[in-house]
Each structure stands twice: as structure tokens, then as C-alpha cells.
């Protein structure tokens, strides 16, 4: 398999591999001064995600922070371990990483399921926890009652894409989000999702299998429950505004009922904001993350 894309770490990144007692992952790490900063990746995705708006995060004209970039199980250059992918396992992953740089403690930063993985370690893991921030994910309830569980499985259900590599290139070319960054660097942090199989189509890291295992996980995750145990600051964005679609105003409900009920947390809106804001506005994104920084240090 030759995977698409692969480049060299923006920045200056170093790129390592992190052993652990039943898994390996991939990773990408970046010195710097103050308190480390930890990037989960989506679900789908992988750490190259990151690529945009790690620059904000390690370049100034003092000292860049410190920067990890996992890739979690199942994605990426990780290892596709036929084992849990629930939760507590994931987060319990991200734990054997901070070890491996000799981080004690970290700000982590999660996008989508990200969100959730980093709200998960931050309830099961306090005393490694220094904050966390949820961008557009980490705030959804488990499956209301009465909900067709099936149907909204079968809704997050991946394409099955199998496309020559040209052609997938082109179209993630011709879909860059509307954001300052170039279509050529949006491709460089989206085309190690896919890799090149003997056949030469171009097909999804994350098999669909494990990718559906992951759902599952999803779907029973209880944000209101867990984010009532994290004591460490807490930062969410939810991108765009509410639609017509009744998913939409009830997850947007929920949110806010969310926020209602965690004084603690800082809960924000970013309107014209799509779910892969990383990409679009990776400035905005960064400078998040460095408004945390400095409130703890």
C-alpha cells in the first residue's frame, strides 16, 4: 500500500514512532516552551490534519509552544489493532503518548471524535489534564429514546470510495474549504486519509469495519455525563448556525442546554464556521488554542 500525500511534517516536525504495550501509533512532535499542547485528529482522519494551523502554534516571535500529533488507533500510520476502539481505550492511548515525550501533563485539543477521545481522557485521566477544547465535537448526547438507531448508523455509514488517485486529488482540490489556506495545502493535510492499493484505486486508511466500530462508540457517548467529571478548564466551538433539518436544531438544543448546565466551560458558536474549521480558518483555530495556553500557564 502506498499511501497518498506523504510529506514531510510542516514546520519542522518530527515525525516518531510511539511503542505501547499492546499498539503502536504514529506521531508528530514539535519542541517549544509552555504547556504542551496534544492534537487528536477526527475520525477518518489522521495527524496531518493538523498541518494548517500547527505553524500558528509553534512559530512566534518569542517560542512556539510544545506540539504532539497523534495519530490514533486504526488511523494513520497507527496500528489497526482487531481490539477495543471504545473510549477509555483511545483516551488510555493518548496517556502512553505523552509518555513517550516525557510529558506529565497536557492541553488537549480534539476535533469531532477527537472531541470526545479528549473529553474522555480529561474525566479518566485529571491529573494529566491541563485543559481541554473540543472543536466541533465532544458535546453530543447518547441516541434519544425513540431515535431509529439503525437509520442514524446507516446515515454515518463512510462512502466507499475507489478512485484513481488523480481523480480524488482534483476533486479534494476542487472542494478546498473557503479559508485562506491553497488547495495544495488543504491536499497535503487530507490525502494521507487514503492510500493506493495493488489494484491502483485510491480507498480510505481506516477500514470500513473499524470505522463503523467507532460509530457505535459514538453513539452511546454521554457528553452531559462525562464533561460533569472534567474539573480541568473546558473550551468548545461548535461551527456553523442551525438549519432546518431537526437533527440539526437538536443537536444545536443540546448544546446549548449543555452549556447551561457547566458554568465551568466556555462554550462558543463560530457562525460561517464548516465542521473541518482546522483547514478553513486554521488561524482562528490556533489562536484558541494559545488563548488556553496562556490561561494555564
Known amino acids: 500500500m502506498t499511501v497518498l500525500g506523504a510529506a514531510p511534517a510542516p514546520a519542522g516536525g518530527i515525525d516518531f514512532d510511539v511503542p505501547g504495550d499492546d499498539i503502536g501509533l504514529g506521531a508528530t512532535r514539535w519542541p517549544g516552551v509552555g504547556p504542551p499542547v ?17 505553524p500558528h502554534l509553534v ?12 495519530d490514533q488507533r ?10 477495543s476502539y471504545d473510549l477509555s481505550q483511545v483516551a488510555g492511548d493518548l496517556a502512553i503518548a505523552m509518555d513517550a515525550v516525557g510529558w506529565s501533563r497536557a492541553i488537549v485539543v480534539g476535533h469531532s471524535w477527537g472531541g470526545a477521545v479528549a473529553a474522555t481522557f480529561a474525566a479518566e485521566h485529571p491529573e494529566r ?14 441516541v434519544p429514546a425513540g431515535h431509529d438507531r439503525t437509520e442514524i448508523r446507516r446515515r454515518l455509514e ?12 482534483a476533486m479534494i482540490r476542487s472542494r478546498t474549504a473557503n479559508g485562506s489556506a491553497s488547495a495544495e495545502e488543504v491536499a497535503a493535510a487530507v ?3 487514503f492510500e493506493v ?4 484505486l485510491a480507498r480510505a486508511r481506516l477500514p470500513f469495519d473499524i470505522h463503523m466500530r467507532i460509530v457505535d462508540t ?12 472534567v474539573r480541568a478548564p473546558m473550551w468548545f466551538v461548535a461551527c456553523g448556525w442551525p438549519g432546518e433539518d431537526p437533527d440539526q436544531q437538536r443537536r444545536a438544543d443540546a448544546y446549548d442546554s449543555l452549556a447551561q448546565s457547566l458554568p465551568h466551560g466556555r462554550f462558543m458558536r463560530w457562525g460561517g464556521a464548516i465542521h473541518d474549521v482546522p483547514l478553513q480558518w486554521p488561524a482562528l483555530v490556533a489562536g484558541l488554542i494559545r488563548t488556553v495556553a496562556d490561561e494555564v500557564r
Request: no cysteine; hydrophobic share 45%; glycine share 10%.
Open 74 to 83: 486504526g488511523h494513520g500510520d497507527a496500528d489497526r489493532p482487531d481490539a
Open 129 to 142: 489534564t491541563l485543559a481541554i477544547v473540543g472543536i466541533d465535537g465532544g458535546t453530543s448526547p447518547p
Open 197 to 200: 492499493g495493488d489494484d491502483g
Open 191 to 193: 490525502l494521507p486519509i
Open 38 to 54: 496534544v492534537l487528536l485528529h477526527g475520525l477518518a482522519s489522521q495527524r496531518r490534519f493538523w498541518n494548517l494551523v500547527v
Open 59 to 70: 512559530a512566534s516571535a518569542s517560542a512556539g509552544l510544545p506540539v504532539l500529533a497523534v
Open 218 to 229: 459514538l453513539l452511546e457517548y454521554d457528553a452531559p455525563a462525562i464533561l460533569a467529571r
Open 158 to 169: 463512510p462512502p466507499r470510495l475507489a478512485m484513481p488517485p488523480a481523480e480524488l486529488e
